[in-house]
């Protein structure tokens, strides 16, 4: 039966090591449906919660390369349910994914929740547009808060996605997450600073 990501990525080569694992049958008999080619309100609330991803490309000589892009929470923008976008700031100035996309739009994503302990796998065709080809879709995906300098849209169409198991993500939480986690007890701490600081006070009395 169809299982859309694994049927890109479960190539000879990977079906050869699935079977000297033991573990070929896990997919040849797979019972079910998993095609995953359009996105459900699942995926859409998971997204608009990251603030990072792993980008993978591969160059004309055949080596891939992954590249870690990040902005503020929901910066990679769902435009409908087959369609991903977000602007691609300024860096290093190597630009390796961007050249590599010239020489073949195939992209491999990997979105991580740390705390939450998910992550997503995304199959995609990517588009490079200027800033100035579709007015609308930059303003949409444009953060005028964010302090980078724009110079591209990554605009990725959908093929195939999954979700992994949790096992081996470590949680790990922002600096955002852990804030707000410590903001009732700072605010104890601090109730309890001037109830002390009172009780001095008549003390002295």
């Given at each position: 039966m169809?299982?859309?990501?694994?049927?890109?990525?479960?190539?000879?080569?990977?079906?050869?090591a699935?079977?000297?694992?033991?573990?070929?049958?896990?997919?040849t008999?797979?019972?079910?449906?998993?095609?995953?080619?359009?996105?459900?309100d699942?995926?859409?609330?998971?997204?608009?919660e990251?603030?990072?991803?792993?980008l993978?490309s591969?160059?004309?000589?055949?080596?891939?390369?992954?590249?870690?892009?990040?902005g503020p929470?929901?910066?990679?923008?769902?435009?409908?349910?087959q369609?991903l976008?977000?602007?691609d700031?300024?860096?290093n100035?190597q630009y390796?994914s961007?050249?590599?996309?010239?020489?073949?739009?195939?992209?491999?994503?990997?979105?991580v929740?740390?705390?939450?302990?998910?992550?997503?796998?995304?199959?995609?065709?990517?588009?490079t547009?200027?800033?100035?080809?579709?007015?609308?879709?930059?303003n949409?995906?444009?953060d005028?808060?964010?302090?980078?300098?724009?110079?591209?849209?990554?605009?990725l169409?959908?093929?195939?996605?999954d979700?992994?198991?949790?096992?081996?993500?470590?949680?790990?939480?922002?600096?955002?997450?852990?804030a707000?986690?410590?903001?009732?007890?700072r605010?104890?701490?601090e109730?309890?600073?001037?109830?002390?600081?009172?009780?001095?006070e008549?003390?002295?009395?």
């Open positions: 169809a299982y859309g990501f694994m049927d890109i990525a479960r190539t000879p080569s990977v079906q050869a699935q079977a000297e694992m033991g573990a070929d049958h896990l997919w008999d797979f019972s079910g449906h998993r095609e995953f080619n359009r996105f459900s699942q995926e859409e609330a998971f997204i608009a990251q603030d990072t991803l792993y993978a591969v160059s004309e000589t055949g080596w891939p390369y992954v590249q870690h892009r990040g929470p929901g910066f990679l923008k769902m435009l409908d349910d369609t976008a977000f602007a700031y300024r860096g100035r390796i961007t050249g590599n996309f010239k020489a073949s739009d195939r992209a491999c994503m990997i979105l929740d740390y705390p939450r302990r998910a992550r997503l796998k995304i199959y995609a065709h990517v588009e547009l200027a800033l100035d080809a579709d007015p609308h879709l930059t949409r995906v444009l005028r808060a964010y302090g980078g300098k724009p110079e591209r849209i990554f605009k169409r959908l093929q195939a996605f979700w992994n198991c949790p096992q081996h993500i470590t949680r790990r939480f922002t600096e955002a997450q852990i707000t986690v410590a903001q009732p007890l605010e104890r701490i109730q309890l600073e001037r109830e002390n600081a009172s009780l001095r008549k003390l002295k009395l």
